[in-house]
């Protein structure tokens, strides 16, 4: 132990510096913040943790899916401009119906300050930025119709029209939209769409938004609503009404004014059709529907108010046949022919209905195997799963007695080591899989990694395949398409149909490779229809994949590895070697320390609710309560299994013994108080348990890193801030108040070479006194797993720092007063050990920005998780990068592996020397 006394500065004893400063974090929680990453891998079934997908969206999203631009071509948005600053407040939707009339809400001509909208904005779909800008038009409202009938107080003929000050540019981007005249509304799904608030109480969504409703009947909505108090809805829904559902009951309808449409196909193209328009509905979260004004009940006024106006409309215009031609070469193309849309409006189209879709490229995630000149084999492929490692098929790991040598996309890399399947046998179909290791990290930004399912149950029929053909056999035909000769051969993908042994067709060429019969190692895919010769030849050792949804994120996982199969499986079906089949040959060989975990599992019981009796196992009873409640219980035991969930994984069955236990202790330190204070507390923003710790720089103090309280008197940060110097003050985020350090304490075990240890106590000369400003951090003591999300908190943010040495970095931040977030996703320290200096100690915490490729920290830089408690902890803190914007990942040091040389400090004769 190192301690250090250090003396009072002159005149600043409790100095107040002038100024108020608050260093406001945003408190958004990001989904991610609920999972966590074990500290050493144990699985397999990792991939989404390990390569969380930050940006990514899951199928279900919080209040729909974004819009693709061009989808939908009608929708603007209204503004009001602001006066003196001419901002634009977006509050309203609506549908351009001509060239220069857009269909609104009648509430939606006036704003809380009784002023009109101003302008409507088309071909925008994020109207907060300048993405898309390029395909944007905005115009200037002259004139607003509203239905003579409307009145304010009420919610009946709630429809307006608003004229353009001239024509929009009709193109792939602005299209007028038709209109359902028909009074009957017969589908089972229709959208609404808008910018509008997402979630229960949420924000405005800064892109369109599509959400997909289900209609209910008029006298199923009428029980909802006529049982409603409200003046505004005095004799109850009338015909002019529409009511749709939306089974989340957290999601939103669309904007205000916007529109409830359908797209009808024609001409393998498709076109959107006004149902209603967006009016009312109860608070988001209530599962109760949304009100439309029905379109059909308005047709003739809308008819009349344009042609009045100057538009060359009649009763005809709207007529569903001359409505959709009217300007069909812009129309987008029927989803059921689209393989894929482009930004720029282009879209890839499917003869065979979604059966093919043609590639750009080599497709993302698959490595492409070469050998020396002579050798090889040219069809095969494998699937990249990690920075280093390649899963393909036994039978293109080796040729003609020469292992594989290297892959050649998505870059030229080695192959350090092949292992083959031991019981695989050469020309059979049986164990037909291997593992490439390579000798340099692929960036999985650009690679890509594919999960690995892990169940031998797929619970879906089909799945996608890779292949390779001929461009004209691919390509779509469709009217107006000019058909050109095109002999080259590109990779593509193909939607398979997954089939039981029954019912697989197996060529005659390839009998003598399953000769023992379709296997439960086998995955079986293909069609009972035949292709043109070279439209699909099957790329060896690539994925049979499929998108699937965890933790509200899509990720690619890879079911199988294609082995053979005649044009892809049509007519003579493929054969695929099952990955899960094999996982505990590839555990022994991908997980640094194997262990069988499995018959540690997590259940959870649906039966149970809170506070019900319940068993951790069959000697273990115990009793269902919030996870807070017994959150120590679960961070040392979620490792081994002996974990079971009451509903949901918020609920826990703690053990009688442990609530006992904890019932009887009275006495706690201050550290394990920590979370009823800050609880207590209510803190304004988490920067309140940050300090700057001060060095002597003659005429100033060198705040050159951050120090984070953990109790009234101590502070935590780490050695390698001293840099053999002794701090003598900290200076609060509160109002910069300035107080003298009475002592430190740095790690016995600190070790400036290769960082463990880094850790170092400061004693305060005096208590602090807590506040909603200032506050401890509490310590995060799980020592198996790490939040997957964090946030780090740096004193200061630079952009585009690259190779700065230590001098230099703390040139640009001397006197820095502000501190900034990025958040911050764990790594297996085996993972960083590929490329570390040296050994990484379990001490020690590897995280990597998932929103930059390079990372960097200065020492002392606090990472913070979010518990489900709703208070702070603190789960590292960070060594200092050895050279910045070259790294792609941080050390740190663990704070769960340091608590108890962090709890010696709590003893007052600690600190008597």
Known sequence: MTVVRCSQKNGLWCLFLLGFAIHYVETYRHPGESLFLPDERTSLDDCHLRFYQ???????????????????????????????????????????????????????????????????????????????????????????????????????????????????????????????????????????????NVGFVGNQSPVLLKMELDPISYEECSKVYNNVSTRKLKHGLV????????????????????????????????????????????????????????????????????????????????????????????????????????GNGSVGLNYFNYMF?????????????????????????????????VLTVADCAESNGILVERIVHPKIVNISKVYIHPRYKKGTSYNNIAVLKLDSLLDIRVANPRCIWVDRDLPFRDAQVTGVGRADLIEALYAGYNFTIDPAYVYLTLRNILRNSSSCMVGDRAMSKVQHGI??????????????????????????????????????????????????????????????????????????????????LQFVDPD????????????????CVRLSECLHYWQHEAHSGKVVFCSSSKVICCPNALLERNASITEKTELERCPQIVHNLKPFDRNGSLVQ????????????????????????????????????????????????????????????????????????SEPLIWSSHLFPICLWTNQSHTPVIMRLIELTKFRNVEKLDHEEYDAKVANGNTFSTRFMMPQYNTDCQRVHPFRLQSSQLCARDPLNGNTCARSGDALQADGIDGIFYLVGLAQPSVVCGSQKYITLTRISRQLNWIKQSLDADYWDF
């Open 54 to 196: 930050f940006n990514g969206y899951g199928g279900g999203g919080i209040g729909g899916f974004p819009a693709t631009q061009f989808e939908f071509a009608h929708m603007g948005a209204i503004g009001w401009i602001q006066p003196g600053n001419d901002k634009i407040l977006w509050q309203c939707g609506g549908s351009l119906i001509w060239d220069n009339f857009v269909l609104t809400a009648a509430h939606c001509v006036v704003d809380s300050r009784n002023a009109p909208p101003d302008v409507v904005r088309f071909g925008d779909l994020d109207i907060f930025s300048t993405i898309g800008d390029e395909f944007a038009q905005q115009l200037k409202i002259v004139e607003i119709i509203r239905h003579p009938s409307h009145r304010f107080a009420s919610h009946y003929h709630d429809v307006a029209l608003l004229r353009l000050e001239k024509g929009v540019r009709i193109n792939e981007a602005v299209i007028p939209a038709c209109l359902w005249l028909n009074t009957e509304v017969p589908f089972k799904r229709i959208h609404a769409t808008g910018w509008g």
């Open 239 to 342: 015909d002019h009404h529409i009511c749709a559902f939306h089974a989340d009951a957290d999601t939103c309808e669309g904007d205000s004014g916007g529109p409830l449409q359908v797209k009808l196909m024609h001409n393998m193209r498709q076109t959107p059709f006004i149902i209603g328009v967006t009016s009312f509905g109860l608070i988001c979260g209530t599962s109760t529907p949304g009100v439309y004004t029905r379109v059909a009940s308005y047709h003739q006024w809308i008819i009349d108010t344009m042609r009045k106006r100057g538009a060359d409309v009649d009763e005809n215009t709207y007529n569903s046949t001359t409505c959709v031609h009217r300007h069909i070469k812009y129309r987008e193309f029927y989803d059921g022919v689209v393989a894929y849309r482009e």
């Open 357 to 389: 879709s043609t590639r750009n490229g080599v497709p993302s995630g698959l490595a492409k195997l070469g050998w020396s000149e002579g050798n090889g084999i040219s069809d095969c492929a494998g699937v990249i799963v990690d920075e280093d490692t």
């Open 519 to 600: 296997a439960q190692e086998h995955v079986c895919a293909g069609y009972d229809l035949y292709i043109v010769p070279e439209m699909c030849s099957l790329v060896r050792g690539a994925a049979i994949e499929r998108y699937m949804e965890r933790e509200e994120r899509l990720y690619t996982f890879t079911l199988a590895l294609s082995q053979f199969g005649k044009d892809c499986g049509f007519g003579d079906h493929m054969i695929a070697t099952r990955l899960a089949s094999h996982v505990e040959w590839l555990n022994s060989i991908l997980l640094p320390k194997y262990r069988d975990f499995g018959s540690k």
């Open 608 to 623: 149970l609710e809170e506070q019900d009796r319940c068993e951790v196992d069959s000697d273990m009873p115990g009793r």
């Open 693 to 764: 710790i001060g060095f002597d720089a003659k005429d100033w103090y060198d705040f050159r890193c951050i120090g984070s309280i953990i109790t009234a008197q101590l502070i935590l940060t780490t050695a390698s801030c001293f840099r053999n110097e002794v701090p003598l003050v900290v200076q609060l985020t509160r109002n910069k108040t300035i107080v003298p350090i009475e002592a430190i304490i740095v790690h016995k075990g600190y070790n400036a070479t290769d960082q463990s240890n880094d850790l170092a106590i400061i004693k305060l």
